[in-house]
């Protein structure tokens, strides 16, 4: 799959469906965590910005892009952009796969192994 491009109408689409899709999937593993009690991570939702908390009191946000057709990763360790390229959200700098680097970021912030 192509990166999403604001030209196209129905690339709009693709990325709100695309993103939607993600925040859900985030939203969902961190409630089965939670029914698991494996961490106790709160996710609260408004709109395209999903705000993670954490027992230690730190926070991470994924947050849309809309106008850039990116998704937004605010962590301790720093902020990351992503676009959504051959099937995947990459990193626009590095291309490391937006999963990995959430999972890297909520194991360091949880003090406990996590995956996305």
């Known amino acids: 799959m192509s990166p999403v491009t604001a030209s196209d109408p129905s690339s709009e689409a693709q990325y709100h469906a695309l993103a939607s899709t993600l925040l859900a999937r985030i939203e969902a593993q961190v409630d089965r965590w939670l029914q698991d009690d494996v961490v106790d991570i709160d996710a609260a939702r408004t709109g395209g910005l ?24 605010a962590a301790r360790s720093g902020g990351f952009h992503y676009r959504h390229v051959g099937g995947q959200w990459r990193d626009t700098k590095t291309g490391e796969d937006f999963v990995a680097t959430l999972s890297r970021c909520a194991s360091e912030q949880a003090a406990h192994p996590l995956s996305f």
């Open 50 to 73: 999903l705000e993670l908390s954490f027992p230690n009191g730190s926070k991470i946000v994924v947050n849309t892009q809309p106008p850039l057709h990116e998704i937004w990763l």
